[in-house]
Structure formats: structure tokens, C-alpha cells
T-cell receptor, first 114, second 115 residues
Framework: DTAVSQTPKYLVTQMGNDKSIKCEQN?????MYWYKQDSKKFLKIMFS???????INETVPNRFSPKSPDKAHLNLHINSLELGDSAVYFC?????????????FGPGTRLLVL | AQSVTQLDSQVPVFEEAPVELRCNYS??????LFWYVQYPNQGLQLLLK??????LVKGINGFEAEFNKSQTSFHLRKPSVHISDTAEYFC?????????????FGQGTRLTINP
């Protein structure tokens, strides 16, 4: 059983389109995250949700809108895609919000905007 | 805000040789440090973490790391590497922002094992 899963694995689309990435975790965790990994492999947090409530929003453009329908799911919708959105997007989950927790990562979604 | 610096972007090593991947963090009162590994085309996997107590931390796959407060370092070591250790390695510091855990990652070190 995959602990944190993401769909799709690959996403190729044109500039200006709207797309969504889905994430599901079966670990029973109450906190989920979205990270962006750029072409230089640099990883940066975008959002964090705890019990379906947004708690971290790291100055991400309004075109990115996360949604958490329940504790096991965190989706990411991106409007008006731009070339600079090309990256690998990782979902992660953990139990609790303290600094000692281990985050478990999904396999990533590779987004290419043409 | 805390930060992490990984001093080497790439480290080539021969198989069965020892390796050290260097990580320095910005000083703070409480420090929680992590090493994650990313195999090609995969997500990140926890190797080990330092929360408190013994400064020598053992992780999976034969890796270990030493927390050194005076040097503000958390270097990762393995005495003998295998081809399968080829991957990107990330050091991270954990902090709490707006009541939530935030991992701040270093730039990553690509470990390449040559036969």
C-alpha cells in the first residue's frame, strides 16, 4: 500500500491552462503539505494544512489554490499556468504540527508547462 | 528564520569507499535536524533525524550523522557506499511557523557512486 500517493505522475500542458493535482495519504495523519522542487532540485514549502485548515501559505501566487476535502486528501489547483510553474510538486503528510515530526512524501508530480 | 547550507552540490565516490556529506545550519536555541534521501524519479525518504540526546544518530541503510553544536553542523556519513546509494541527499532544519512545522531544506548534494 502506498502511504502518500499523487495523481497524475506527469502533467504536460500549455500556458494559460488550468490543472489540478491530487494527493491522498492512508497513514491517518492530520497534517498535509505541498512542496515545489525547481529544476535545480531546491525544495520549498508552499502550503500546510492541519485538520483541513490552512496554516501555512508561503507567499504563493493566488493562481495556486489548495483544497482539503478531508484529512486524508489535499489537492492543488493551478489557474492560468505559466512557464515558471514547471517543476516537480510533492505532497507530504505528518502527524501533528510540532517540529519533531517526520514528514512522509509522495512520489511527486512532474509538471511541464509549454 | 533558520537556514541550512549543504557545502557540496556534488560528491563523486568510488564503490565501497567512505563518504561524508556536509551540512551546516543557522544557530538557534532548539534545533531539530533531518536528512532525507531522494532516489531518481522518486519522493523523499527520511534517513535519520536529530531531536535531542545523543549527538550520534544512526539511520537507515547504514548512514549516520553527528550533531555538533559548536560547529553548527550535522554531517552525514557512511563507511562504505554501494551503487544503490546514488541519489540526492537533503539536509533540513525544522521550525514552527504560524503553529505548524516547516522544513527548511538545503540545496541538496548529489551523491554519485562509481564502480
Amino acid at each position: 500500500d502506498t502511504a502518500v500517493s499523487q495523481t497524475p505522475k506527469y502533467l504536460v500542458t500549455q500556458m494559460g491552462n488550468d490543472k489540478s493535482i491530487k494527493c491522498e495519504q492512508n497513514l491517518g495523519h492530520d497534517t498535509m503539505y505541498w512542496y515545489k522542487q525547481d529544476s535545480k532540485k531546491f525544495l520549498k514549502i508552499m502550503f500546510s494544512y492541519n485538520n483541513k485548515e490552512l496554516i501555512i501559505n508561503e507567499t504563493v501566487p493566488n493562481r495556486f489554490s489548495p483544497k482539503s476535502p478531508d484529512k486524508a486528501h489535499l489537492n492543488l489547483h493551478i489557474n492560468s499556468l505559466e512557464l515558471g510553474d514547471s517543476a516537480v510538486y510533492f505532497c507530504a503528510s505528518s502527524q501533528g504540527t510540532g517540529p519533531r515530526g517526520t514528514q512522509y512524501f509522495g512520489p511527486g508530480t512532474r509538471l511541464l508547462v509549454l | 528564520a533558520q537556514s541550512v547550507t549543504q557545502l557540496d552540490s556534488q560528491v563523486p565516490v568510488f564503490e565501497e569507499a567512505p563518504v561524508e556529506l556536509r551540512c551546516n545550519y543557522s544557530s538557534s536555541v532548539s534545533v531539530y535536524l533531518f536528512w532525507y534521501v531522494q532516489y531518481p524519479n522518486q519522493g523523499l525518504q527520511l534517513l535519520l533525524k536529530y531531536l535531542s540526546g545523543s549527538t550520534l544518530v544512526k539511520g537507515i541503510n547504514g548512514f549516520e550523522a553527528e550533531f555538533n553544536k559548536s560547529q553548527t553542523s550535522f554531517h552525514l556519513r557512511k563507511p562504505s557506499v554501494h551503487i544503490s546509494d546514488t541519489a540526492e541527499y537533503f539536509c533540513a532544519v525544522s521550525e514552527v511557523i504560524q503553529g505548524a512545522q516547516k522544513l527548511v531544506f538545503g540545496q541538496g548534494t548529489r551523491l554519485t557512486i562509481n564502480p
